[in-house]
């Protein structure tokens, strides 16, 4: 039996530890996590939620610097490495965060074999001292896993010789996130989930919508960014569509499925800035398992991701962007082909179950190096 403990934020959410149940299930891994009380979002607190837990153990830690992405860590660990004896320690974090260098560093001194999670695709400038920990974090750990095949690149390009496993960092549920065809009248439904800011694509969508012809209602789930003139531009755009759009706001993730179901195509307008490009789209995931088409622009890894289950346009191509929308507007066998073949795809390559098999693997492999 494999003793793992994985140190993980992003834990907190309910559904991202399914895959943590999928891990247990396997019979050969015996799993802790590390996961704090709650994170912080600016002035927002998101409390950790709970959720089905059986089969493994849960250590709920308040971190130092809860809210910094890259300067928290848990001054509590070494109690927790020290009692749970791991073999090996998953560090669900980017190599340049303190949490990974401090928690390679305990796990180290306890014996136990290290891994990091990335999900950089892009090759940004690090400034000291988060240079130094990944420096050090590069030569301590035993692989790593990168979340896209890009970031994999730029863990090479930055030095990294270790193994390397292209593996997302969660699945979806394909129990929850399911297809529930039901007849539906009304006006031709397109969804947007995400901040209503530029790197996400949303005046690229809104001026797409401006000029589309026919019956249709865009629904969005989400929020604006902190930028009040990014917003104010936006609101300018939305009045512009009249009465033919509705903002939602967020959604639990459990609430998601359902909004999947009401909408007849989701699309991902991601745009790629000076620092950041799509790293994954895990919406786009969620909405293929429950079989509605996606269209998405060419930003990053949104093209692998959606792979046979929708369309693929230019970023920032407005007219490309009408004109897919349109092309699914009118043509309901397309819609059906494409959200079959996405829904068989998100379960074959994206269910809890695969990345968690995949993870498992790498595990052992790791282990088996160590000799």
């Excluded at 397109?190 to 694509?201: A, Q, T, Y």
Aim: net charge positive; glycine share 12%.
């Amino acid at each position: 039996m494999l003793r793992v403990l994985m140190v993980s934020k992003a834990c907190y959410v309910a559904e991202y530890r399914k895959k943590l149940r999928a891990l247990v299930e396997t019979g050969d891994v015996e799993l802790g996590l590390v996961v704090p009380p709650f994170w912080r979002f600016g002035r927002d607190v998101a409390p950790f939620e709970p959720g089905d837990d059986e089969g493994y153990r849960v250590f709920i830690l308040p971190p130092r610097f809860n809210g910094h992405v890259h300067l928290h860590y848990y001054p509590g660990l070494s109690r927790v490495l020290a009692e749970f004896k791991p073999d090996l320690v998953h560090l669900d974090e980017e190599p340049y965060d303190l949490v990974t260098f401090h928690g390679l560093r305990l796990a180290r001194r306890a014996g136990a074999v290290c891994l990091f999670f990335t999900w950089q695709n892009m090759l940004n400038p690090i400034p000291p001292p988060f240079s130094w920990f990944q420096r050090a974090v590069f030569a301590g750990v035993a692989g790593a896993i990168a979340g896209n095949l890009e970031a994999e690149q730029v863990l090479r390009r930055r030095g990294f010789t270790g193994p390397v496993a292209v593996i997302p960092q969660f699945g979806v549920d394909p129990e929850l996130f399911r297809p529930e065809p039901r007849p539906r009248s009304g006006p031709f439904r397109v969804g947007f989930v995400g901040r209503l800011v530029p790197e996400k694509g949303a005046d690229w969508l809104l001026d797409a919508m401006a000029g589309l012809e026919g019956d249709w209602e865009l629904l969005i789930v989400g929020g604006f960014g902190s930028d009040p003139a990014v917003r104010r531009r936006i609101e300018g755009r939305l009045r512009e569509l009249g009465n033919r759009w509705r903002l939602l706001g967020p959604f639990a993730s459990a609430e998601m499925p359902e909004f999947y179901r009401s909408v007849d195509v989701l699309v991902v307008p991601s745009r790629t800035g000076r620092r950041w490009k799509e790293q994954f789209g895990r919406v786009i995931v969620e909405a293929q398992a429950c079989g509605v088409p996606v269209i998405g622009s060419d930003s990053g890894e949104v093209p692998r991701t959606i792979g046979d289950g929708g369309i693929v346009v230019p970023e920032g191509d407005i007219l490309g962007l009408r004109g897919a929308i349109r092309r699914l507007m009118l043509d309901p066998t397309l819609r059906q082909i494409l959200g079959q073949l996405g829904q068989k795809q998100a379960v074959a390559r994206f269910s809890h179950r695969t990345v968690a098999e995949q993870t498992r693997r790498f595990y052992h492999r790791l282990i088996l190096a160590r000799g």
